[in-house]
Structures are given as structure tokens and as C-alpha cells.
């Protein structure tokens, strides 16, 4: 079992940053590619970001390129987010997650809770 918890979430106005950050513990973080989904109310999950195990494959959506990036820390066991120029869309749930392989599909095989990022326009 791999236990995830996010954390860095809040209310930030357009144009601003956030940068979350994901702790795992439990197996061998280094074990396990990470990704970032989020989800907003009435919508369906959305692949954000991932990173492979040793951090030098990175993938993201086509709708935070260029504004966000992911990276981790496997000494640290942790997994952020650099959030840079936020929009009002950008408002959703924020989930990580853990999986043996790198994928933009939401087939990771351990989760958080989530953490709320939200946008004021």
C-alpha cells in the first residue's frame, strides 16, 4: 500500500501561483511513476501532469503546458506541482497519484484525498 497526501491547495486570484505538494509513504516511493489529476464539479477527471520514476520523463495536458510543472523529490518522497499562471479554470480538485507506470490515463493504482485549488477571476 502507498499512502498519499496533498497538501498546498487554496484560494489564489488569476495570474497568481500555488505549489502543491504530494508526501507518500508506505512502499518505496522511487518504486512508483506519479501523476497529477484534477477534477472541478459536473466534470470529469483530467489528467494535469505525470513524472516517471527517476523524474526524466515528464508529461502534461494540453491545457496547463507551459504553465505548470511537475517534479519530484525521491529522498523527500514527495511529488509537487508548480502551479504558475493560474486561471478561473484551473479551479478543481487536485488529486495525486502513484502507479508502476507513467500514463495519462487515470489507471494509477493508489490516490489521495485531494486538495482544493481555487481561482478567483
Known amino acids: 500500500q502507498v499512502q498519499l497526501v496533498e497538501s498546498g491547495g487554496g484560494l489564489v486570484q488569476a495570474g497568481g501561483s500555488l505549489r502543491l505538494s504530494c508526501a507518500a509513504s508506505?512502499?518505496?516511493?522511487?518504486?512508483?511513476?506519479m501523476g497529477w489529476f484534477r477534477q472541478a464539479p459536473g466534470k470529469e477527471r483530467e489528467f494535469v501532469a505525470a513524472?516517471?520514476?527517476?523524474?526524466?520523463?515528464?508529461n502534461y495536458g494540453d491545457s496547463v503546458k507551459g504553465r505548470f510543472t511537475i517534479s519530484r523529490d525521491n529522498a523527500k518522497n514527495t511529488v509537487y506541482l508548480q502551479m504558475n499562471s493560474l486561471k478561473s479554470e484551473d479551479t478543481a480538485t487536485y488529486y495525486c497519484?502513484?502507479?508502476?507506470?507513467?500514463?495519462?490515463?487515470?489507471?494509477?493504482?493508489?490516490w489521495g484525498q485531494g486538495t482544493q485549488v481555487t481561482v478567483s477571476s
Open positions: 513524472i516517471s520514476r527517476s523524474g526524466v520523463m515528464k
Open positions: 497519484a502513484a502507479g508502476k507506470v507513467i500514463t495519462v490515463r487515470a489507471e494509477y493504482d493508489y
Open positions: 508506505g512502499r518505496t516511493f522511487s518504486n512508483f511513476a
